[in-house]
C-alpha cells in the first residue's frame, strides 16, 4: 500500500524551476521529520533535505540556496521547491518518513515509510 504519494515532476530546461509535493496523509504529514531524496541514472540514493519540528530544516550541500522544503499541516503536504535546476539534479526525487534523527547524515537509515517518486529531468 503506498503511503506517501509524489507529484511535480517533469522535464525543464536549465536554469528551470519545478515545485514537487508529497501527500502523506494526515498521520504521516505530522511525524517528526520528513526528507526529500533523490536517486540519479547510475547513482546511490541521497538525501536532498530534512524538515523537522518546529520547521528546522537540512539541505545537501548542492541544494543549499536552490532548495526550498516546506510542509503544509493544513493539507498534510510536504514540498521541495527546485529553483536553478542543473542537469545533474536530474533524478527520481522521492519523500520519506523519518523515524530517527532528523539529520541528512542518517536520514537513510531512519527513513520508514516511502512514496513510490517522481522524475526529474533537466537538459
Known amino acids: 500500500q503506498v503511503q506517501l504519494v509524489e507529484s511535480g515532476g517533469g522535464s525543464v530546461q536549465v536554469g528551470g524551476s519545478l515545485k514537487l509535493s508529497c501527500y502523506a496523509g494526515?498521520?504521516?504529514?505530522?511525524?517528526?521529520?520528513m526528507a526529500w531524496f533523490r536517486q540519479g541514472p547510475g547513482k546511490e540514493r541521497e538525501g536532498v533535505a530534512t524538515?523537522?519540528?518546529?520547521?528546522?530544516?537540512t539541505y545537501t550541500d548542492s541544494a543549499k540556496g536552490r532548495f526550498t522544503i516546506s510542509k503544509d499541516n493544513a493539507k498534510d503536504t510536504l514540498y521541495l521547491q527546485m529553483t536553478g535546476l542543473k542537469p545533474g539534479d536530474t533524478a527520481m526525487y522521492l519523500c520519506?518518513?523519518?523515524?530517527?534523527?532528523?539529520?541528512?547524515?542518517?536520514?537513510?537509515?531512519?527513513?520508514?515509510?516511502w512514496g513510490q517518486g517522481t522524475q526529474v529531468t533537466v537538459s
Open positions: 520519506a518518513t523519518i523515524s530517527g534523527p532528523c539529520s541528512l547524515a542518517v536520514a537513510a537509515l531512519w527513513a520508514d515509510y
Open positions: 524538515i523537522g519540528d518546529p520547521g528546522t530544516t
Open positions: 494526515y498521520e504521516h504529514s505530522r511525524r517528526y521529520c
